[in-house]
T-cell receptor, first 110, second 113 residues
Framework: EDKVVQSPLSLVVHEGDTVTLNCSYEVTNFRSLLWYKQEKKAPTFLFMLTSSGIEKKSGRLSSILDKKELFSILNITATQTGDSAVYLCAAMRSQGNLIFGKGTKLSVKP | DGGITQSPKYLFRKEGQNVTLSCEQNLNHDAMYWYRQDPGQGLRLIYYSQIVNDFQKGDIAEGYSVSREKKESFPLTVTSAQKNPTAFYLC????????????FGEGSRLTVL
């Protein structure tokens, strides 16, 4: 059965800390790995990773995919209270469907 | 205003009643999806449609039905056969059929009393 596992499930840090969120996957016909941020309702897109070993960056956020070991990490440096959210990892099958992990709830304290 | 509109945002229903959740998009996206989210759980795929008048079951389709009569609309009906319907329902769209990220609506929270 296809699955996506995220760790940790929750995390509390202080402003300025650096965090690493983990995502492992076992998905048949794997195509890409996506990261989303969900603050209240609608998840918002962060990254899509298709090639192994190529880091994607957006400001203080970065992510990389390892297709050999079947995992991805999301790094957030110099965290801010506005980074508090649930971060969702999803594996895309070749037909385009996404399989989501349970998410990591990040709380950033001032 | 471009985007995905889900309605209603909050809905209460009694056991045994069917309810229909609306999802409308003006992004001109071909593919549309319905996901269910429960507390502490990831999003689970209910149904998806890649073209008008065609749709496929996702991982948890039992107790749900959909239609895709127009490109802009993909309503989801939660039937009385769904044993545990209380959840947060998210509609999403995609620009290209097999690639690209999903764009999500604001969601509909259904509570069965």
């Amino acid at each position: 059965e296809d699955k996506v596992v995220q760790s940790p499930l929750s995390l509390v840090v202080h402003e300025g800390d650096t965090v690493t969120l983990n995502c492992s996957y076992e998905v048949t016909n794997f195509r890409s790995l996506l990261w989303y941020k969900q603050e209240k309702k609608a998840p918002t897109f962060l990254f899509m990773l298709t090639s192994s070993g190529i880091e994607k960056k957006s400001g203080r956020l970065s992510s990389i995919l390892d297709k050999k070991e079947l995992f991805s990490i999301l790094n957030i440096t110099a965290t801010q209270t506005g980074d508090s959210a649930v971060y969702l990892c999803a594996a895309m099958r070749s037909q385009g469907n996404l399989i989501f992990g349970k998410g990591t709830k990040l709380s950033v304290k001032p | 205003d471009g985007g995905i509109t889900q309605s209603p945002k909050y809905l209460f229903r009694k056991e045994g009643q069917n309810v229909t959740l609306s999802c409308e998009q003006n992004l001109n996206h071909d593919a549309m999806y319905w996901y269910r989210q429960d507390p502490g759980q990831g999003l689970r795929l209910i149904y998806y449609s890649q073209i008008v008048n065609d749709f496929q079951k996702g991982d948890i389709a039992e107790g749900y039905s959909v239609s895709r009569e127009k490109k802009e609309s993909f309503p989801l009906t939660v039937t009385s056969a769904q044993k545990n319907p209380t959840a947060f329902y998210l509609c999403a769209t995609r620009d290209r059929e097999f690639a690209g990220e999903l764009f999500f609506g604001e969601g509909s929270r259904l509570t069965v009393l």
